[in-house]
C-alpha cells in the first residue's frame, strides 16, 4: 500500500462510523433548524471537522494502527469541534456556577487522562463500540470544557488564564510522560498486526516506528493542545480590552 | 527606642528599612558593585583572549572566572536591578503606599545581598564554581569538580531563589490588591503590567531550579544519583530541569526591559503608546509560550527528530509576539517629536541590538544551525546581544529616565552622551566581530585558541571593544556620583511624563503621594494637564470600578502553593524518571516498602485536613475552633512520627539515599514533603498562639495557613499514589 492508496481507499466506513456520521448531520441540521440559521457557519465547521475525524482515514488510522493520529483525533474531538459549537450556541445563563466550571476543567482534562488509561485507551483503538462511546464522550466533555470560556457566562479573563493554564499544565504532564516514558501507554498501538498493509506502509513506508509514534503522540498532546488553550487565552485577553476601544464622544 | 527613631544612623536607615524607594535603591546600588565584579571578570577574559596562546589565565583560573562572570551577571546584575526598578516604581506607579509585605520584601534584598557574597565566598574556600553558569552534569559531579565551588554555587542559588519567589510574591499581591482608586488593572502602565507578569514567570520558573539544585547538592553532599550517569543517573535530565527554568529565565530578563522601554519611548515621543493592548497581551503570550520551548537549548543533545522539530516550531512561534512589541515601539516614535536625551538613546539602540540578537535566536531555532554554531562564540553573541544589547540597554535608558526622581538630581547629558556612545561603540566591536568568530568555528568557553587566520584580530577587536565598555562604566559610575552631588534639581516632573510616579516630588516621601491626582486613564497627568482633552475622549479604559480587592493572605497562600506546585512536580517528575530506569536494588527498597501501614498514616494525614476544616467552620460560626485545630496538630505530628518509622525502618535494612536511584528519588521526595509537613505544624501553632492570645490577624493567617495544609495534603496523596500504589 502506498500513502496515495492509503488516502483514497482507507476510508473508516464502518456502520457504527456510519451511524454516527448520520446522527452528528442530523443533530448539526436539527440545531441549526432550532437556534436560526446565523449559527450555520460555524455548526457546519464543526460539523465537517467531526465528519473529517470520524469518517477519513485518520479515522481508520486511529483505530490501533497510528498512536499520533489517534491523538489528533482526540484534540479534534475534545478541543476543535466543541469549540465551534459553544461560539455557535453558547447556551443559558443559568450554568456559570462554580460548580459548573469545575466540572468544565475536571472533565476536559479528565477526559484526556481517562482515555489514556492503557487498558482503556487499547480497548477504544479495538473495539469500535467503544470507540464511539469515546468520541461522544469526548465532544461532551469538550463542551463543558469550553463553556465557562466560550459560553453566554464567561469566566473573568484572570480566571479564564488560570483556567486554561491549568489545563496546559495538565496536558503538558500527561504528554511529557507520553513522550517521554519507555513503556507504551497503549499497548493495542504497539501490538498492532506487522502483517496489516497500513503497518507495513507506517513503518517501512514512512519508516516510524512505534517508539517514534508514540514520542510525536505524546508531543501532540503537549504542545498543540497548549498552543489551542494559548490562543483562547489571549483571545479572552483581547475581547477584555476590545470594546474599552471605541470612542465614547 | 527612642533615640533611635529620633536620630537614626545613616547605616541603621538603610539597613532597617521598610521603605519599597530605599529598598529598591540598596538593590541598584548592591547590583552596580557586582556589576563591578562582574564586568572586571568579563576584562580578565577579553586580556586573557586578545592574543593567541596566552599564558595569563590558568585554565582552572579561566573556568572559575567565566562561571562567575555568567553567574554574576544572571543572578547578581540582570536579575535584582530589573527587581531594584520594580521595587521602587511599581508602587508609585499604582499609586500605592508601599509593596503589599514590607518586611518579606526587606527579607528578599538582604538573601540577595547576602546569597551574593555567599558564591563569593568560594573564592576563599578552596576555588570557585567552574562548571559554567548552566553547571551542565556530569561536569557537576565530585570526581570531576572536586573544589566546593559547585557547592557555593547551589547554596547561593537557592538563597537567591527563595528571594526572587518572595520578591514575585510580593509584586503580584501588590498589583492585585494596593492599586489606587481608579488604577484599574486596563488602566496599569505597561512596566507595572510587564514585571506583574514577570512577576508570575518567576514564581513559576524559579521552583523548577530550586528544585533541581536541591538534587544537585544531594548528588554532591550525600553521594546520590540523579544526574551522574556513572551511577544510574540521568545528565540529560539536569538539562531537562535546568532549561525548564531556564528559558522562562531569560524571559524573566527581557519582560521588564521592555516595559522600561515601553515608558521611555512614549515620554521622548511625546506620544501616548502605539497599541497598548497588543503589547500588554503579546507580553502574556511570551510569558506562556516561555514554558514550552526550553528544550532548543538542546538540540545538541539528540532528542530526536520530532522533538527537534516541535521546539523548533514552538521557538519561533515565541518570535512573533516578540516582534508585535519592537513595531509598536517604531510606530510610537512614528511622527513623534522625538527628544533624543541620553535615555532615548539608549532605548533607540536597545531596538537595534535586541533585533539583531532577536534575530541570531531565531536562528538557533532552526536545528541544523544550532548544530553548527552551538557552544560556539555565536551563542556567546547572541547571549550579550539580548541581556546586553537588550537588556541593560533598557536598564541604561531607565537609569537616566528615572534617576531624578530617585535622587531629586538630572544626570548629567554631557557625560550621559559620552557614557551612551562608548557603550554603543564598545558593544558592538565587542559583540559583533564573535558572530563571525563563533562562524569560523571557535569555541566558547575555551581558555586559548591557536593562531588560527583571522582569529587574534578579531578577537583584538572584541578585547579593544571591551576596554571601551570599560570606559563607559567608568564615565557612568563618575556621573552617578558627580550628578548625585552637583546634578540639576530635577523638579517633580522634568520629563513631562504621564505616570503617576511623576505626580510626587523627586524623591518622594516616605509615604509616596500627599494627594493622588484622580486617575480616569492610562496617563492620568496628561489628564490632569490637558482638563480640555482627556485620553479617555479617544480610549475608554472602563469604570473606575471593577477587579474586587481580593483577600490578602489566601492570595498570597495561593501564590505560594502555586509556585510549591512546582517545586513537587519537578521532585515527582524526577522520581518517575529514575523509578522506569529501575535497578535490583531499586526493586528492593520499593519492595520494603508498606503501603498498608502508610495507607493507614495517609488517611490519618487527609483526617488532620477534615479538622481543619471543621476548626474555620467553627470559627465562622462563632466558635472558637482551638479544640479542632490542637486536633489537626497531633494529626499532622502523628502522620510524621509515621514517616520517622518508616525511614528508621528502611534504614535499618541499609536503604539510604545513596543505595540506588529509586532511594535516591524516594528520600528526597518524601523528605521534602515531611519538611513541609513540618512547616505547615510550625505555621498552624503560630496560628494557634495568635488565636489564643486574641491577637488581630490571627483568623486572617488561618485562613491563608489551611490553604496550604490543604495542599500539603494533596501533595501527599499524589505521592501516596505514585510512590505506594504504583503498580
Avoid at chain 2, 551511577?231 to 527581557?254: C, D, L, T
Wanted: glycine share 8%.
Amino acid at each position: 500500500m502506498t500513502t496515495q492508496e492509503l488516502i483514497i481507499t482507507a476510508w473508516h466506513l464502518t456502520p457504527i462510523s456510519i451511524a454516527t456520521a448520520v446522527l452528528g448531520t442530523l443533530a448539526t441540521a436539527f440545531a441549526i433548524w432550532k437556534k436560526g440559521r446565523s449559527t450555520a457557519p460555524k455548526l457546519i465547521a464543526a460539523l465537517c471537522i467531526f465528519l473529517f475525524t470520524i469518517i477519513s482515514p485518520l479515522g481508520t488510522l486511529s483505530e490501533g494502527y497510528l498512536f499520533s493520529a489517534h491523538m489528533i483525533h482526540h484534540l479534534l474531538l475534545l478541543l476543535i469541534v466543541p469549540l465551534f459549537v459553544v461560539i455557535a450556541i453558547p447556551g443559558g445563563k443559568n450554568l456559570h456556577t462554580k460548580p459548573w466550571r469545575a466540572i468544565g476543567w475536571i472533565s476536559g482534562v479528565g477526559a484526556m487522562w481517562l482515555w489514556h488509561e492503557p487498558s482503556l485507551c487499547s480497548l477504544a483503538a479495538v473495539s469500535p463500540a467503544m470507540q464511539a462511546t469515546q468520541t461522544i464522550t469526548l465532544l461532551i466533555a469538550g463542551y463543558l470544557f469550553w463553556r465557562p470560556i466560550m459560553g453566554t457566562t464567561r469566566l473573568h479573563p484572570a480566571g479564564a488564564l488560570l483556567y486554561l493554564f491549568s489545563a496546559c499544565t495538565a496536558c503538558t504532564l500527561l504528554g511529557i510522560y507520553v513522550a517521554f516514558v519507555p513503556i507504551s501507554v497503549c499497548p493495542a498501538f504497539a501490538a498492532a498486526s506487522q502483517s496489516s498493509p497500513i503497518i507495513i506502509l507506517i513503518r517501512d513506508g514512512w519508516g516510524f516506528s512505534a517508539a517514534a509514534d508514540q514520542q510525536v503522540g505524546g508531543l501532540l498532546m503537549w504542545i498543540p493542545a497548549c498552543l489551542i488553550y494559548f490562543t483562547a487565552i489571549l483571545a479572552r485577553f483581547l475581547s477584555w480590552h476590545e470594546p474599552q476601544n471605541t470612542v465614547s464622544k | 527606642m527612642d533615640a533611635l527613631t529620633q536620630s537614626p544612623s545613616f547605616l541603621y536607615r538603610w539597613t532597617a528599612t521598610l521603605d519599597h524607594k530605599k529598598i529598591g535603591i540598596l538593590y541598584l546600588w548592591t547590583s552596580l558593585f557586582f556589576f563591578g565584579i562582574g564586568g572586571m571578570e568579563a576584562m580578565l577574559i577579553r586580556i586573557q583572549l586578545a592574543v593567541p596562546g596566552n599564558t595569563l589565565l590558568s585554565p582552572e583560573a579561566y573556568n572559575q572566572i567565566f562561571t562567575m562572570h555568567g553567574t554574576t551577571m544572571i543572578f547578581l546584575v540582570v536579575m535584582p536591578v530589573l527587581i531594584g526598578f520594580a521595587n521602587y516604581f511599581v508602587p508609585l506607579m499604582i499609586g500605592a503606599r508601599d509593596m503589599a509585605f514590607p518586611r518579606l520584601n526587606a527579607m528578599s534584598y538582604w538573601l540577595f545581598l547576602f546569597g551574593g557574597l555567599l558564591l563569593h565566598f568560594s573564592f576563599f574556600a578552596g576555588g570557585a564554581p567552574a562548571a559554567g553558569w548552566f553547571s551542565y552534569a556530569p561536569l557537576t559531579d565530585t570526581s570531576f569538580s572536586s573544589s566546593q565551588g559547585v557547592d557555593y554555587w547551589v547554596l547561593s542559588l537557592l538563597v537567591l531563589g527563595i528571594g526572587s519567589v518572595s520578591t514575585g510574591i510580593n509584586i503580584i499581591v501588590t498589583v492585585l490588591t494596593l492599586r489606587a482608586e481608579g488604577m484599574t488593572m486596563r488602566r496599569l502602565p505597561l512596566f507595572a503590567w510587564m514585571f506583574f507578569i514577570n512577576a508570575f514567570l518567576i514564581v513559576l520558573a524559579m521552583p523548577v531550579l530550586n528544585a533541581s539544585i536541591v538534587m544537585l547538592l544531594i548528588d554532591r553532599q550525600l553521594d546520590a544519583h540523579f544526574f551522574f550517569p556513572s551511577k544510574g543517573g540521568s545528565a540529560v535530565v539536569w538539562q531537562h530541569f535546568f532549561w525548564m527554568f531556564g528559558h522562562p529565565e531569560v524571559y524573566i530578563m527581557a519582560l521588564p526591559a521592555f516595559g522600561m522601554i515601553s515608558e521611555i519611548i512614549p515620554v521622548f515621543s511625546r506620544k501616548p503608546i502605539f497599541g497598548y493592548t497588543f503589547i500588554a497581551g503579546s507580553t502574556v503570550a511570551i510569558a506562556l509560550l516561555s514554558f514550552g520551548v526550553w528544550a532548543h537549548h538542546m538540540f545538541a543533545t539528540g532528542l530526536g527528530t520530532s522533538f527537534n522539530v516541535v521546539f523548533a516550531f514552538g521557538s519561533m512561534l515565541i518570535a512573533i509576539p516578540t516582534g508585535i512589541k519592537i513595531f509598536n515601539w517604531i510606530a510610537t516614535m512614528w511622527g513623534g517629536s522625538i527628544r533624543f536625551c541620553t535615555s532615548m538613546c539608549f532605548a533607540t539602540a536597545f531596538l537595534v541590538e535586541f533585533v539583531i540578537g532577536g534575530l541570531s535566536g531565531v536562528m538557533f531555532a532552526v536545528v541544523p544551525i544550532d548544530w553548527q554554531v552551538t557552544d560556539s562564540y555565536f551563542v556567546v553573541a547572541h547571549i550579550h546581544y539580548v541581556l546586553f544589547g537588550g537588556t541593560l540597554f533598557a536598564v541604561f535608558g531607565a537609569l537616566y529616565y528615572w534617576f531624578p526622581k530617585m535622587s531629586g538630581r538630572m544626570l548629567s547629558e554631557k557625560l550621559g552622551k559620552w557614557h551612551f556612545w562608548l557603550t554603543v561603540i564598545g558593544f558592538n566591536m565587542t559583540f559583533l566581530v564573535q558572530h563571525v568568530l563563533g562562524l569560523i568555528g571557535m569555541p566558547r568557553r575555551v581558555y586559548t585558541y591557536a593562531d588560527n587566520p583571522g582569529w587574534a584580530l578579531l578577537n583584538q577587536i572584541s578585547t579593544l571593544g571591551a576596554f571601551l565598555m570599560f570606559a563607559s562604566a567608568i564615565v557612568l559610575i563618575w556621573n552617578l556620583f558627580r550628578s548625585l552631588k552637583y546634578g540639576k534639581p530635577a523638579g517633580d516632573n522634568p520629563w513631562q511624563a504621564w505616570t503617576l510616579e511623576w505626580a510626587t516630588s523627586s524623591p518622594p516621601p516616605p509615604e509616596n503621594f500627599l494627594r493622588l491626582p484622580p486617575i480616569n486613564g492610562r496617563r492620568p497627568l496628561w489628564d490632569l494637564a490637558n482638563p480640555d482633552r482627556p485620553d479617555s475622549n479617544f480610549i475608554n479604559t472602563g469604570t473606575s470600578e471593577e477587579s474586587p480587592r481580593l483577600a490578602k493572605p489566601r492570595l498570597t497562600a495561593a501564590l505560594f502553593i502555586a509556585s510549591e506546585t512546582i517545586f513537587f512536580i519537578a521532585l515527582i517528575v524526577a522520581f518517575l524518571v529514575f523509578t522506569f530506569k529501575k535497578d535490583t536494588a531499586g526493586e528492593f527498597a520499593q519492595s520494603s516498602l508498606d503501603p498498608m501501614r502508610t495507607g493507614i498514616f495517609t488517611a490519618i494525614l487527609v483526617l488532620s485536613s477534615f479538622t481543619l476544616w471543621l476548626a474555620e467552620r467553627g470559627m465562622k460560626r462563632g466558635a472558637s475552633g482551638k479544640g479542632w485545630l490542637a486536633a489537626t496538630i497531633v494529626l499532622g505530628a502523628i502522620f510524621l512520627g509515621g514517616q520517622a518509622v518508616e525511614y528508621i525502618g528502611l534504614l535499618n535494612n541499609e536503604v539510604t539515599i545513596n543505595s540506588s536511584l529509586f532511594a535516591t528519588s524516594f528520600f528526597t521526595l518524601t523528605g521534602f514533603h515531611a519538611f513541609h509537613v513540618f512547616l505547615g505544624l510550625v505555621a498552624l501553632g503560630v496560628c494557634g498562639f495568635l488565636l489564643i492570645r486574641k491577637k488581630p490577624g490571627g483568623h486572617a493567617a488561618l485562613g491563608g495557613v489551611s490553604l496550604y495544609w490543604h495542599f500539603v495534603d494533596i501533595v501527599w496523596l499524589v505521592v501516596f499514589a505514585i510512590v505506594y500504589l504504583k503498580p
